[in-house]
């Protein structure tokens, strides 16, 4: 059974009346549970556990520490390119918009990767839109061949593949994948993407389980906050980071929390997300997830990055610039979306330090995919 | 309707019994019939497969119970094997509960050769339900090369000592992508339900009802046990509860 069969036996509207339907007791239940089910992420996420959010962090903050330490993984994404065919309504790289479309060299890459490198990242993002004839497999996997001896863990965002094209990501030295569905409703979704190959939701629904299946050791997934409510999007990420790690259990899985951030195209959220409840919904999938990774991006703020970290954050990016060449010359015109924490990567790593958590900038070694050696 | 599927068989059901050690096939049929059970695992090394006439054997009606024949007693992959192909030949389904126990002592299930055994007969079309040790990594090793089930052990067979690997099964629990049938160890109804309220599907019980004074009637208690495991599994339990906590140092921020 693929995500899909198991994603088609929820009804989208159906699983947002349930989740609003939990109790006081659901939720006190949920707190109590050793293993959560996800009918106690339901609960977890509905407005009934709002008046529990200190206890969730408390239960949150706990299990991360049990699980992680006191550890917070550094990396940031480079991006590759930005051209893009698709028509995303939120994102900058729309085809839509009239921005000044950029696609890097290899030595432009390799330029980006040093600044990276200098400052002491060791795991990176690459990033790109969908957009073949500008970027295709073999282009990304020679970028990450050149990239190799600089960088001990490279994970990759962009346009879902086949089977194979992962497979040929892995030999080429990727170990991490990340991919967010977007929405989890099939309307909701069609509406957002208007036109490009980004239209098909099972395409990219299934791509993580593709990724699995050709042997990439991290699978990120996640939501676009401010698209659904955020209520039954949490809780079909839960549902589908519990298929993933049952059926790839050799993967390690994270989950991201990406909240709209203000892009070329002027999309408003149709569903803003408080910090409030984005805390609730982290903690949330803290406690339905014990073991999975939990990223924070630079979109947040400095302030909230701070008070975030013992709340269950196991990953952060730091510095980054979502603009192709963005760390060798800024072209704020190129950009994916503005980023709020704008702290360099020292100063990140030093903030993180005086909450008592360690910076770490290595967690991986090339050696575990080097089927060479 | 709550149902167990295995396979794509349905079962209503959720309480497997073994057949051995009972004091006569009266006692065993009285047990079978109050159990409630679907699903009935017969040795194959104590039945002569070929001949319906088998004293065991004629006593079961399969129109009513799936007879599931098992491998107890093979000390390897190779012996396991031979016995499941003897069983599909002679004319029984093709599903086996696939048990390599080389220890004669506490007849723990061995890992590598049950797995071996298991690439064989799924190869060769047998749905197959493996006894294993509650090891998670052997579970998800073997449902990922298509086994029916996982049967994680309870404690060593016969000893009717209920949830011993209680710890190793919540994780099998957790991650399985197949039934879970709690085997071998399970002693009292109380340890059955035990076993599902923590969310396993199913439980095979032998020894408790074939030495207890009352076979029958404590198939019956074992049927409630089950039942009542698995209607509070559905239920949702209320679990113990944990300190409360006041103070908000973790989110007092959001009200900065």
Redo the contacts between chains.
Sequence with gaps: MNFLDQLTTYDYTDVLARIEAKSATDVERALAAERRRPEDLMALLSPAAEAYLEPMAQQAHRLTLQRFGRNILLYAPIYLSNECTNGCRYCGFNAGNRVPRRTLTLEEIEAEAQVLHRHGFRHVLLVTGEAPRALDNDLLAAAVRRLRPLFSSISIEVYPMEEDGYRQMVAAGVDGLTLYQETYDRRLYAEMHPFGKKRDFDWRLLAPERGGAAGLRRIGIGALLGLGSFRAEAFFVGLHALHLSRHFWRSHLSVSFPRIRPAEGGFAPLHPVSDPRFVQLICALRLLLPDAGLVLSTRESAHLRNHLIPLGITQMSAGSCTAPGGYTGGDDETRQFAIDDDRTPAQVSELIRSLGYEAVWKDWDRAFLDKTG | MDELIIAGRKFRSRLLVGTGKFASNAAMLAAMEASGCDIVTVALRRVDIDNPGDDLLAHIDRQRYLLLPNTSGARDAEEAVRLARLARAAGCEPWVKLEVTPDPYYLLPDPVETFKAAQILVKEGFTVLPYINADPVLA?RLQEIGTATVMPLGAPIGTNRGLKTREQI?III????VPVIVDAGLGAPSHAAEAMEMGADAVLVNTALAVAGDPARMAAAFRKGVEAGREAYLA???????Q??A??P??G??RD
């Design positions: 998800k919540a957790e991650q399985a992508i949702g339990l209320g679990e113990e509860r944990r409360a906590e103070s908000s973790l989110t921020f959001l």
